[in-house]
């Protein structure tokens, strides 16, 4: 019960919100934890979301998530890390959140869906996340989210079958969808360079076109290749 004398009912709720999630942190930065630790862990993320209910803002409730998805990823708990995970991004696209939190939100969906063995969906939530955090105006965020997007085991998303999509054929699908106009593949390039995309845009922008999956044709008076998504109307060459 908060203190009467020392702090409101909303000031006790912000201050155990924070001393929780601190704690949570050191516990998660922490090698060789024991089964006890782990269990306070869990406990603790879920307290300090819950204290964060109480008094917070939605940005406060979405980051809680997010903590507690981590922990359960960290444990190796895939089922309750991307539910932790979705109820993130549930509240971004509820709240309106910016370009670090869907970032973040796709981050911590593609490291459970990882460690879940869900290859096409971790390429394809990794890919999300590079597209946002590409977006993130404060480069020292962007950075961070960048770092984190490389921990991910990468092992686990490796294709798996001819259904599964690398990162790169993901990505260039949603960025000419997005555009809904021709690009050149400098522009992609440029694109994959900002997000930090490993794979080769001009191998991927040719093997999508082998598959019938986007559209794309030399331009001979430019000297380039151009790339369309279908239903985006046929450039011309002028």
């Not at 190796?76 to 696209?93: G, S, T, V």
């Not at 394809?124 to 996340?129: D, F, P």
């Not at 999508?208 to 369309?228: E, P, V």
């Amino acid at each position: 019960m908060p203190d009467d004398e020392k702090f409101t009912s909303q000031e006790w709720h912000k201050k155990m919100a924070v001393d929780l999630f601190n704690r949570v942190w050191s516990l998660l930065e922490k090698k060789n934890r024991t089964k006890e630790e782990d269990d306070t862990m869990v406990h603790a993320a879920h307290a300090s979301r819950y204290h964060w209910g109480e008094v917070g803002k939605p940005v406060n409730w979405a980051r809680g998530e997010w903590q507690i998805s981590r922990v359960y990823s960290v444990l190796k708990l895939p089922q309750f890390a991307l539910h932790h995970a979705q109820r993130y991004l549930d509240l971004c696209e509820e709240h309106s959140l910016g370009d670090f939190d869907y970032g973040y939100a796709y981050e911590a969906l593609a490291r459970a869906c990882a460690l879940a063995k869900e290859s096409t969906l971790c390429q394809k939530y990794l890919s999300l996340a590079r597209k946002y955090g590409g977006k993130i105006e404060n480069k020292e965020h962007r950075d961070m989210l960048m770092r984190d997007l490389k921990t991910i085991p990468q092992s686990a998303s490796l294709s798996e079958g001819p259904e599964a999509q690398t990162q790169g054929s993901i990505t260039i699908q949603m960025i000419l969808e997005d555009k809904q106009r021709p690009m050149t593949t400098l522009e992609v390039r440029r694109i994959f360079d900002e997000i930090g995309c490993p794979d080769s845009p001009s191998r991927v922008l040719n093997q999508l076109r082998l598959d019938g999956k986007i559209h794309g044709k030399l331009l001979i008076k430019r000297r380039t290749w151009i790339w369309w998504a279908p239903g985006v109307p046929e450039p011309k060459d002028e």
